[in-house]
């Protein structure tokens, strides 16, 4: 396979920072690490860029121009200029790069226009789905669940899983509502979110002259860094901070991030009287970002039960773990396949304010349990969840789709 060259074919990539293209960097690292070969294509959603090609980090990514006219600014008419468009820059890029198979990833829009450039160059089609997008749709208030536009989006991603000569998905959630959609099991393999445990080290001590700034020099610090989505419940942590404080007053949140729920946040943060014990930094530097978690001696995740958060595992567990801090999480489905409760963190009810703040003080008064927490996670992170293993699946998914 090391003369193998895989085609990427992305929604979007670095420069830009999300999860989505920290994982996409992820396995192309690992991918070339192996000694395979590959070339990254975006769509239309990584936005307006001047030239056909950017390198990034040493990596050369083709990029998609905008549609123009008045079609691609109705809603989902949209859609399909999106789709257009990413199928005819395919061709060109399939005839400079040669690839010996296509990799789309999320959302289904990509793997439509990997499906009709395969058909025209007779290559094999690799999809992975990372989330069902109509899920994050609903949560965001952008469509119904259940609605037209819910079912359209659902019933094309389908079609994709059925056409696609393999189906790859990060989760064991993920899989199973794919499994149930008719597709055959052994077509349906997991390439689980990993972390790079070389850039997670918990060998550095605490940046104090940081901690003093953000008034956490000698305080029990709770935490959470990522995007202030609703479907992260973190008014849920701001409902059980009352309880906690009047059991441990030194307790302090530190909350690093933003999103569409950062002002409601701050605003019950006044209503509720927290303003000393809840610690807002806004959004940080990537390569800064390390500094943050050396703060933290509990990480929480709160998210909310619902579809999306039964079927999908989140990354920011697992970088926590990596760095040896403790994990407290809600018992959804997506924490339940990274978290064994009472191993290598805790579970609390989900949606449950009391039973947060009971599980948060367990583990504040238990201070002794902290080191096996912290190695289990470590562990866990180390063997399990690493990209060389987790990309290394890949090894059997690719002749899959080639049909050897």
Not at 90 to 111: F, M, Q, T, W, Y
Not at 229 to 243: I, K
Not at 267 to 273: D, F, I, L, S, V
Request: hydrophobic fraction near 40%; proline fraction near 4%.
């Amino acid at each position: 396979m090391s003369r193998m060259k895989i085609l990427h074919i992305l929604d979007h990539s670095i420069p830009l920072h999300s999860g989505y293209t920290f994982r996409s960097r992820a396995i192309i690292e690992q991918q070339r690490g192996f000694g395979w070969q590959t070339a990254h294509l975006t769509g239309t959603k990584q936005g307006k860029s001047e030239q056909g090609e950017e390198e990034v980090d040493g990596l050369c990514f083709y990029r998609t121009g905008s549609p123009n006219g008045y079609l691609s600014k109705l809603p989902l008419i949209n859609q399909l200029s999106v789709i257009t468009s990413l199928n005819h820059r395919l061709d060109s890029v399939i005839e400079r790069e040669k690839p010996d198979v296509l990799h789309a990833h999320s959302p289904c829009l990509n793997g439509i226009a990997a499906l009709r450039a395969g058909k025209r160059h007779q290559l094999p089609v690799v999809y992975e789905c990372r989330a069902f997008w109509e899920d994050a749709a609903a949560d965001h208030g952008t469509s119904n669940e259940w609605g037209l536009r819910y079912r359209l989006t659902r019933a094309v991603e389908t079609y994709v899983f059925k056409n696609a000569d393999a189906v790859t998905t990060i989760c064991e959630g993920l899989r199973k509502d794919i499994i149930d959609r008719g597709i055959a099991a052994d077509k349906v393999t997991v390439i689980p979110n990993a972390v790079d445990i070389n850039r997670f080290s918990a060998e550095r001590g605490t940046d104090q002259t940081l901690a003093n700034e953000l008034g956490l020099a000698g305080k029990s610090v709770l935490g959470f860094i990522g995007s202030f989505y609703a479907y992260e419940g973190l008014p849920l942590l701001l409902d059980a901070m009352p309880a906690i404080l009047e059991v441990s007053p030194d307790v302090r949140l530190l909350l690093v991030g933003g999103g569409p729920q950062e002002q409601l946040l701050k605003q019950k943060t006044k209503e509720m009287g927290l303003v000393d014990a809840v610690v807002f930094t806004g959004r940080v530097p990537h390569d800064g970002v390390h500094n943050y978690y050396d703060l933290v001696d509990i990480f929480v995740y709160p998210r909310l039960p619902m579809r999306l958060t039964d079927l999908v595992t989140p990354l920011k567990p697992l970088e926590a773990m990596a760095q040896r801090r403790l994990v407290v999480a809600s018992d959804v489905g997506g924490h339940k396949e990274l978290i064994e409760d009472g191993k290598n963190g805790l579970l609390f009810s989900a949606d449950s304010a009391d039973d947060l703040a009971k599980t948060v003080l367990k583990l504040l008064s238990d201070r002794e349990s902290w080191s096996t927490f912290q190695d289990n996670g470590r562990a866990f992170v180390e063997n399990e969840r690493n990209w060389e293993k987790s990309v290394g699946y890949y090894k059997q998914v690719y002749p899959m789709a080639q049909g050897k």
